[in-house]
Each structure stands twice: as structure tokens, then as C-alpha cells.
């Protein structure tokens, strides 16, 4: 029996491991611990750059804050080096930093965090509350944006704040045009990451490769084009609820005039929970855009036994039932995958599977080039 799943917490910084099954102790490394931060990178002596600034929590770079280095790195075009460390603060990148890369050091995303632990409920200092947007520890807005071997990690926890009902806490929420991410981690619990786009009538590309995202409510959702290739979802255990559903993994809110919503591709789901605790997907049109019509293809993926097979979709809402929206599967595998009761989960045939591509999805962007 695997270990039970520590949550995120500021107490002693106790983060899931991807594939792990248990907790990992993830404190950013001591100053003492690393002679060279920025590793293969170099330093801001050695090679800085008008293009690069280095960031590290000890002092050792240009900045010792995100942020700090995202407000100085104006213009497009900017890298962004991290150096091992827990950075807790909120991050905001506005439309007009294009082209900009983030990169973790150490090319382990394990040992760059970015984490802080608002939620939608959460009461702002001038008054209200955050709201799910507002509730981001990292916001990205602008087009052709990459990241590579970061954690964005939201760790509110419901049990430390009983009072609140709304419990939306993201992670990440990405809105550019062409935005990438390369082995990165989304920690959370309710909405861990949000793949959306700036407006409702915005088609965002969005790529994630070899990426990890866990959660339990909706924990992957928005209305962006994007495309999960080769990732983990993991679901985590509730001590919360008595009886299942615990969550949903997916829920997008595609427009309906866009072709292309969610894919994903050669990835894999397994969890903590009771077996069939969770559900695969709901579709989520949003009080903003009624006329929304999710898509979703989950494909050539592994589902285990906490997917729901007998019923692995549910309505949001019972006026927008599944049913009615873009909903697919195709040769998948594992527990979660049976198909159990006909019609449950629709089928592509070959010739319809031969559309559901990262091909046909991000168009004349190939960001799976620079894996």
C-alpha cells in the first residue's frame, strides 16, 4: 500500500513527486549547498547578457525575486535563469513581454518552485476577494512564452481554512498565443491550472510536454488549444468527502467556433484515491460564454483504476449535458479506459483520429521541436 499523500504546506514545503506514490521533502536548497546555482547556465558575471538576467533567492543573480526580474525584463524576447529555491510570491506576465523563457537551472523542476497560497475566497488587503483568476500564483498573458523545468504550485489547503467556501486556488494561469512548457510541474488541489486564452473570442495555443499536473476539482481547465503530450495527472486522495466523485481531471471550455480544444496524447492518469473516485472530464461553458462547446480527446493515453469506466464524464451543468459537446477517446488503455456500458465514452474511428494530432491542433507552431 503506497504512502498516504502529504499535501502541499508550508510546513517544512512538502510536495507530491511526480510517479513517486509518496511525498518528497522539497526545501530549496541552502546557499552553501551549491557552488555554481545557475549550473551549465553560468552566472551574471560570466554571461550575462542584455537578454538574460539571473534570478536567485540567495542573492547570487541579478534579482532575488520573479518578479522583480519580469518587471525589469522589459520588452520581447527576454530568459529568465532561476536558480535552485522556493520563490513565494505571485508572478504576473502582462502582453507586452513576448517571446520570453524561463528556465530552471538545474533542469529539475523539483528544485525551482514558485508557490504561494491564495484562493478565490481568499480576502484581498482593499477589500472582496481574489476570485479564481486573481487567486494565480503565476499568470502569464503573453504570446510565445516558454518554461522549462519549473514548479508552479499553489498550497492553500481547504483544512487550514474552513471558512471559505470557495476553494479555487490555480497554480498557473497561461493565456498567451504559442505558450510552451518543457518538465514542468502544476501542484495544487482545486484548479490547478488553467489553460485558457485573454478573451473569449482569442484562440491560445498551448503546448505541455513531459509535464506533471495534480489535482482534484477540475484541476486542468480553460478554453485555450492545447496540447498534453506525454504528461502524468495525478489525483489526489479527500479526506474531505464520504463518497465519489472526489473531482474531475479535466474541464474545458472550448468556444464553439474554435475547432481544436483540448488533446491529449500519450500521457497517463493515476491517482491516490478509491478506484473509480474520480471522473475523467466535465464540460465547463461558463456563465461568460454560454454558447462554449468543450472539446476534449483524450488519446493512446494509460488510465488507472481511479477513472471512472462505468461513467468517466459528468454534466457541470445539467443544461449543457456531455453528451452534447466534443467529447472523444481513441486506443486507450488501463483500468480506467474499459469501455463498460455502450455509449459512455465516445470512439474516434482511424480516419477521425487522423485530425486529433498536435499537428492539426497547433497549426504552423511545432514546439515540440525544442524538447
Keep these: 500500500m503506497s504512502s498516504p499523500h502529504l499535501p502541499l504546506s508550508r510546513r517544512g ?16 536548497r541552502p546557499a552553501h549547498a551549491t557552488a555554481r546555482p545557475f549550473g551549465r547556465y553560468g552566472s551574471p558575471e560570466r554571461r550575462r547578457t542584455a537578454q538574460t538576467l539571473y534570478v536567485d533567492p540567495h542573492g547570487r543573480g541579478d534579482f532575488t525575486t520573479v518578479q522583480a526580474a519580469v518587471t525589469a525584463a522589459t520588452g520581447s524576447g527576454r530568459t529568465l535563469v532561476l536558480a535552485p529555491g522556493v520563490y513565494r510570491e505571485t508572478v ?41 483568476t486573481g487567486s494565480a500564483t503565476t499568470t502569464v498573458q503573453a504570446d510565445g512564452f516558454t518554461a522549462r523545468w519549473i514548479t ?3 498550497d492553500w489547503l481547504r483544512a487550514d481554512h474552513p471558512d471559505i467556501s470557495a476553494t479555487q486556488a490555480v497554480a498557473l494561469k497561461v493565456q498567451g498565443d504559442r505558450s510552451a512548457f518543457h518538465h514542468c510541474r502544476f501542484l495544487g488541489h482545486q484548479d490547478t491550472l488553467y489553460a485558457d486564452s485573454t ?22 481547465f480553460g478554453r485555450a488549444t ?5 504528461c ?8 474531505d468527502l464520504a463518497a465519489a466523485p472526489y473531482g474531475f481531471v479535466l474541464a474545458p471550455s472550448t468556444a464553439n467556433a474554435n475547432p481544436y480544444g483540448y488533446l491529449v496524447s500519450r500521457s497517463r492518469i493515476s491517482g491516490e484515491a478509491p478506484a473509480a473516485a474520480y471522473k475523467l472530464a466535465r464540460p465547463w461553458v461558463p456563465s461568460s460564454d454560454t454558447t462554449a462547446r468543450p472539446s476534449l480527446v483524450v488519446r493512446d493515453s494509460w488510465l488507472g483504476p481511479g477513472i471512472d469506466a ?62
Design 13 to 28: 514545503f512538502l510536495l507530491a513527486g511526480a510517479g513517486a506514490g509518496a511525498a518528497l521533502a522539497l526545501a530549496a
Design 92 to 132: 504576473a506576465v502582462d502582453t507586452t513581454r513576448t517571446e520570453a523563457t524561463w528556465i530552471g537551472a538545474t533542469e529539475n523542476p523539483r528544485d525551482v518552485v514558485i508557490v504561494y497560497d491564495n484562493a478565490a475566497g481568499t480576502p484581498k488587503p482593499g477589500g472582496g476577494t481574489y476570485g479564481t
Design 152 to 154: 508552479f504550485a499553489n
Design 199 to 220: 478573451a473569449l473570442g482569442v484562440f491560445a495555443r498551448q503546448y505541455f510536454a513531459h509535464c506533471y499536473a495534480e489535482g482534484d476539482v477540475d484541476f486542468v
Design 226 to 230: 492545447a496540447v498534453y503530450e506525454g
Design 232 to 239: 502524468h495527472f495525478r489525483t489526489l486522495d479527500r479526506t
Design 310 to 371: 462505468v461513467a468517466p464524464y459528468t454534466n457541470m451543468s445539467d443544461a449543457f449535458p456531455w453528451q452534447s459537446q466534443r467529447f472523444a477517446e481513441y486506443r486507450n488503455s488501463g483500468p480506467g479506459a474499459a469501455i463498460t456500458v455502450p455509449g459512455n465514452r465516445p470512439q474516434l474511428t482511424a480516419e477521425q483520429a487522423g485530425s486529433a494530432t498536435r499537428e492539426a491542433c497547433l497549426g504552423d507552431w511545432t514546439p515540440w521541436k525544442e524538447c
